[in-house]
């Protein structure tokens, strides 16, 4: 609702004092002004006047504050728009409203009213804000509800229009490759399914930013030793994170050049550097305290510094992994006293290196780190490498833009300009993998619920939990029946005893039968490699295609 205005009024006076709010009140009275929405504390009383039962004439407004001056110091605040959860028992959703109070962070909430008859809950703001902020509380509160047959296709799917039309090749693979898949669940299932081509065609893509000068494999978004192999001989590095990924890497490939290698521990102990260390690889340091506490590790030797940007970004909190809440980096404000520790230890710094989150399709984040990171580099001027991070998004449903990969070449082209000196890094995972692969699992039972249906699968959150743990989404089909209609709107969930074991709410899917084979899209990234044997289930097995 916009065209809000609000009167504050304050004053220590009202304090205990009795009849304070007959009298105020006695004032709108005075100027015909009924008060909607009224906000105390124990020295401000703050209302609002809806401009649908008020005549709001600047006139009235300036007579009215003139009326109240005898009583308390009162001013105008507007204009403001009133944004409204509206339901029954809102009361009972308080605690879903932990990513709604997020959305108001930065924005000055001037008044929050809840309605004494639980029907609403209310956010007055600045009357700019109100637009954007609905859109994203209806993202953030509906996106996943039940389909209603009543309201049909959310305002998203409607606004967003079609997708992009993908490059030749670059079509969902699993389509032209169904009955190979099917003829595997035949054998044995569940399964992860990575397609090599699609391997190779997401080498080729990343290979179009051609500003990048190298780059390394997240090797924690998949280890799978087909995958490993095919980047290894495409001439990608890799980026790992333990010490049992560098031990994998090199089993794998053992005359591997060290300088292919980048170890990016986070609050590792020190055995865990002196290991990178004596295999020769690229060390990232990401803390004061292994200068602090163990400077002789790195005498003489030549180490990347991990920078915090200050403002981390992704499709959730917890892949946002920069800003004062995110465990890792060395903070801005650390750098005179990391210069001092690199001096005492002997080090010397080859590069520095930033990552803001995960699954980003903004195509400046990565100039804007180059920028930080040139900034940070006038410490450092031996640092010729800026690595920075990974992060790149790939379109996982309707509606969602794919990552202009020939924007993020061009603005990163133009800092080359500006800053030939550095060399750039980048470290994809989720890039080069997510869209390759699959998880199939069967049908195993279905249920009816009220109005809910329930299609349960042979496999959950044990193969994969980003459901649960990001609240990601991942497309669902009825592969059996990939050309029937999708007619079919379900819950489809796996066999964990836990609520949280939720694959996907409300898909439509051709309607399933037992024993039929669900595909699981853009599961090649952070699926097996996260996958547990939780309640004793084993995970899904792997196949490279």
């Known amino acids: 609702k916009t065209g809000v205005t609000l009167v504050s009024m304050e004053t220590a006076g009202m304090w205990q004092q009795v009849g304070f709010l007959a009298d105020a009140f006695a004032q709108f009275k005075k100027h015909g002004l009924s008060i909607d929405l009224v906000s105390t504390s124990e020295m401000n009383v703050t209302v609002s006047l809806d401009p649908a ?13 003139a009326d109240l001056s005898g009583l308390c110091q009162a001013r105008i605040i507007g204009p403001c728009a009133s944004v409204s959860l509206v339901g029954r028992n809102v009361r009972s959703v308080l605690p879903r ?30 009357e ?10 209806h993202e953030l509160l509906f996106s996943d509800g039940a389909e209603d047959p009543r309201l049909g296709p959310t305002w998203k799917e409607l606004e967003a229009g079609p997708a992009p039309s993908p490059p030749p090749g670059r079509t969902a693979w699993w389509r032209a490759e169904r009955n190979a898949l099917l003829a595997l669940c ?27 000068d190298r780059f390394f494999f997240a090797v924690k978004a998949n280890y799978h030793p087909g995958v490993l192999k095919r980047f290894h001989d495409s001439g990608l590095g890799f980026e790992c994170v333990s010490p049992g990924e560098l031990d994998h890497v090199f089993g794998l490939f053992p005359g591997l050049d060290p300088q292919r290698v980048l170890f990016t521990p986070n609050f590792a102990p020190r055995s865990e550097y002196e290991l990178a260390l004596s295999r020769g690889v690229h060390v990232t340091v990401d803390n004061l305290h292994p200068l602090e506490a163990w400077p002789e590790l790195f005498e003489n030797r030549e180490i990347l510094l991990r920078l915090d940007p200050g403002q981390g970004r992704g499709h959730h909190a917890h892949v946002k992994t920069a800003g004062a809440r995110s465990k890792f980096g060395i903070s801005w404000d650390q750098l005179d006293s990391l210069t001092g520790l690199i001096e005492r230890a002997g080090a010397r710094i080859e590069g520095l290196h930033a990552h803001t989150g995960s699954g980003i399709r903004t195509s400046h984040n990565w100039r804007e780190t180059a920028l930080y990171l040139a900034e940070a580099a006038e410490r450092f001027p031996g640092a010729s490498i800026l690595d920075l991070g990974g992060g790149l998004g790939v379109v996982e449903r309707p509606g969602q833009r794919a990552l202009d990969l020939d924007a993020v070449n061009e603005s990163l082209a133009l800092f080359r300009e500006a800053y030939p000196r550095f060399s750039l890094w980048l470290e994809p995972g989720r890039f080069l993998v997510a869209r390759a692969g699959a998880l199939l699992a069967r049908v195993t039972q279905i249920k009816h619920k009220g109005d809910r249906t329930f299609v349960g699968v042979e496999t959950g959150m044990n193969s994969l939990i980003r459901p649960a743990l990001y609240g990601a989404w991942h ?20 066999p964990i005893c836990e609520s949280g074991d939720v694959l996907g709410n ?14 699981v ?21 792997e196949v490279l295609l």
Request: hydrophobic letters at 40%.
């Open 506 to 519: 409300s898909r439509r899917i051709a309607p399933a039968q037992e024993g039929d084979v669900l595909l």
């Open 521 to 541: 899209a853009t599961g090649g990234a952070y699926g097996y490699a996260m996958s547990s044997r939780y309640n004793l289930r084993e995970p899904a097995e």
């Open 475 to 494: 497309q669902i089909v009825n592969l059996t029946r990939l050309d029937e209609p999708p007619t079919q709107v379900a819950d489809i969930v796996g």
């Open 128 to 137: 700019g804000q109100a637009e954007r902020l609905v859109r994203r509380l």
């Open 53 to 65: 039962a008020n005549a709001l004439e600047q006139e009235t407004l300036t007579a009215l504050v």
């Open 97 to 126: 409203l932990g990513p709604v109070l997020e959305v108001f962070e930065d924005k000055k909430i001037h008044l929050l009213s809840q309605a004494a008859s639980d029907l609403n809950l209310s956010f007055v703001v600045d």
């Open 186 to 212: 035949e054998e044995r299932s569940p399964r992860y399914v990575y397609h090599g081509a699609s391997l190779d065609l997401a080498v080729e893509d990343l290979r179009r930013i051609e500003a990048v």
